[in-house]
């Protein structure tokens, strides 16, 4: 049985720096056997605990990407419609009933399985990461809600499908619309908020090894500050990474005004917060303690 501490040192080994609130509420939800939803701003990690938690528990990831318009249809399976008209033409002369020739293409091989019955269907228990569960419909949500209840699938052609392993649900979300409570009741629940400057360090330090200490430090500092700014898309820990490893790469040891000009696309992903940070950018760098106050004006 998978106890608590082995968790965070999963966690841990797979280079997830996760505080204590993460690791419980990974831990329940695997106890619970519940699906477990994770809010919070975008570049923050939510996705990568389910990342982790498949690499951890040594099992297959299985991704269903959630957008504005899609149904069931594109969440469960498809029929392989080019491949069966194909199939009859060329056993439309064969002597078998029409029947027979029509159950001869309702089955696995014209089948194309969605992240929800590939699922269902999987030969253990995977890990299923149902991401930006907020820009689906409701309608869509209400059918998910379904899903996840019975964890069975009718498929009229062949018959109804039932999960021999039920998955372990991560359903992430941006807040970009509000979330049902019939699903809200129907998970554990876990916010994730931009992490404070002694985590994001940390994760620096972990996933990028080879930067130099003080880059590592002036690069989380100025990131802090940045983040205060009234930005319409906040940089978050992934745009931090993306520049660490960047700057590294390129051998450079320090922050100074014209690197980060030049680099601030990794960061920065509106024109209209570029202009603001560009203005602001001595502010920044003095708050930072990368350049002094003398040095500024």
């Not at 149904?71 to 008209?85: C, F, I, K, P, T």
């Not at 949500?141 to 499908?161: C, K």
Request: glycine share 4%.
């Amino acid at each position: 049985m998978i106890t608590l501490n082995d968790i965070k040192r999963m966690l841990q080994e797979q280079g997830y720096i996760a505080d204590d609130t993460v690791a419980m509420s990974v831990f329940l939800s695997l106890q619970l056997n519940k699906p477990l939803l994770i809010e919070g701003p975008a570049g923050v990690g939510k996705t990568e605990i389910a990342k982790v938690m498949a690499k951890a528990l040594n099992t297959d990831l299985i991704r269903l990407q959630c957008y504005e318009g899609l149904d069931a249809n594109h969440a469960l399976y498809e029929w392989n419609y080019q491949r069966q008209l194909l199939h009859l033409k060329m056993v439309e002369h064969n002597s078998q009933p029409l029947e027979e020739k029509e159950k001869t293409i309702f089955n696995d091989s014209f089948l194309m399985k969605r992240p929800l019955l590939q699922a269902i269907t999987h030969d253990k228990k995977p890990v299923l990461l149902i991401d930006e569960i907020d820009r689906s419909d409701e309608e869509f949500e209400s059918f998910l809600l379904e899903v996840l209840s019975d964890w069975q699938i009718t498929i009229p052609e062949t018959g109804t499908i039932k999960a021999s392993f039920i998955p372990q649900v991560i359903l992430t979300g941006n807040r970009t619309r509000e979330l049902s409570d019939a699903l809200r009741r129907r998970c554990m629940y876990l916010y994730i908020d931009y992490p404070d400057f002694n985590k994001e360090w940390q994760v620096v330090k972990t996933r990028v090894p080879e930067i130099d200490a003080k880059l590592a430090e002036q690069i989380t500092r100025f990131m802090q500050e940045l983040r205060l700014i009234k930005l319409e898309k906040v940089p978050g820990l992934s745009e931090t990474l993306d520049w660490a490893m960047a700057l590294s790469s390129l051998h450079i040891d320090h922050l100074d005004k014209l690197i980060i000009e030049q680099t601030l696309g990794l960061v920065i992903k509106d024109w209209r917060d570029s202009r603001l940070v560009q203005l602001s950018l001595s502010e920044l760098l003095e708050k930072t303690g990368v350049i002094s106050k003398v040095e500024s004006l």
